[in-house]
T-cell receptor, first 115, second 110 residues
Framework: GAVVSQHPSWVICKSGTSVKIECRSL??????MFWYRQFPKQSLMLMAT?????????EQGVEKDKFLINHASLTLSTLTVTSAHPEDSSFYIC???????????FGPGTRLTVT | GQQLNQSPQSMFIQEGEDVSMNCTSS?????WLWYKQEPGEGPVLLIA?????ELTSNGRLTAQFGITRKDSFLNISASIPSDVGIYFC??????????FGDGTTLTVKP
C-alpha cells in the first residue's frame, strides 16, 4: 500500500514554456501533499505544502507565481513550472501523507531539463 | 529553523559489515523517520519512530528514537550490495512538515 505516482518521469522543455507535473496517491487518500526539489548529491528542499481544497503554503524563497500548485482532490496534486528557465532544471519529487501525516510516501520524481 | 545533523556523510564498507548512522538536532521532534533513496528515484520510507526510547526493526534494519527526542540512529546489519543508496533521517513536529538531514551515502563493496 501507500503508492504514489508521478508523471512525467522526465521532461525536456524550452526556456519560456510551462511544464505541469502530476502527483497521484494511488491507494490512499492524501490529505496533504508536499513538493520538493533536489539538486545532485543534496538533500530534499521543501518547496510547498498543499492540503486538498486549499491554497498551498510555500516555503520562504519559493516563488508562488512561478511554481503553481493545485491540490484538486484527495488523490491528485499538480505542480506547474511557469515560464521555465534553465536554472529551474532539477529533480522534483512529490510526497503524500494521510491521517498519519508524519509518514510521507514519495513519488518516483520528475527530472526537468530546461534548454 | 530546525536543522538535523546527519553523520557520517558517506560510508564505504565491505559486504557483510554492519553499518551505523545517526542524526542529531538541537530541537525536539515528536517523530523520527528513516528513508532510503536510490539514484533517480524518490525516497522510500524504511522505519518510523513515534515514541522516545522506541527501538524498531525492519529486517536487517534497526532504528531508535533517542530518549532526549533530539536524536535517532539507524543500524544495518550484515550489509549486502543492494543496501547502496542515500539514507535520510527526518524529524517531525506537530506542524506536519518533515525536516530532512543531508543524507548518508552508503557504498557496499562485494
Amino acid at each position: 500500500g501507500a503508492v504514489v505516482s508521478q508523471h512525467p518521469s522526465w521532461v525536456i522543455c524550452k526556456s519560456g514554456t510551462s511544464v505541469k507535473i502530476e502527483c497521484r496517491s494511488l491507494d490512499f487518500q492524501a490529505t496533504t501533499m508536499f513538493w520538493y526539489r533536489q539538486f545532485p548529491k543534496q538533500s530534499l528542499m521543501l518547496m510547498a505544502t498543499s492540503n486538498e481544497g486549499s491554497k498551498a503554503t510555500y516555503e520562504q524563497g519559493v516563488e508562488k507565481d512561478k511554481f503553481l500548485i493545485n491540490h484538486a482532490s484527495l488523490t491528485l496534486s499538480t505542480l506547474t513550472v511557469t515560464s521555465a528557465h534553465p536554472e529551474d532544471s532539477s529533480f522534483y519529487i512529490c510526497s503524500a501523507s494521510s491521517v498519519r501525516y508524519y509518514e510521507q510516501y514519495f513519488g518516483p520524481g520528475t527530472r526537468l531539463t530546461v534548454t | 529553523g530546525q536543522q538535523l545533523n546527519q553523520s557520517p556523510q558517506s560510508m564505504f564498507i565491505q559486504e557483510g559489515e554492519d553499518v551505523s548512522m545517526n542524526c542529531t538536532s538541537s530541537s525536539i521532534f515528536n517523530t523520527w523517520l528513516w528513508y532510503k533513496q536510490e539514484p533517480g528515484e524518490g525516497p522510500v520510507l524504511l522505519i518510523a519512530l513515534y515514541k522516545a526510547g522506541e527501538l524498531t526493526s525492519n529486517g536487517r534494519l534497526t532504528a531508535q528514537f533517542g530518549i532526549t527526542r533530539k536524536d535517532s540512529f539507524l543500524n544495518i546489519s550484515a550489509s549486502i550490495p543492494s543496501d547502496v543508496g542515500i539514507y535520510f533521517c527526518a524529524g517531525n513536529t506537530n506542524a506536519g512538515k518533515s525536516t530532512f538531514g543531508d543524507g548518508t551515502t552508503l557504498t557496499v563493496k562485494p
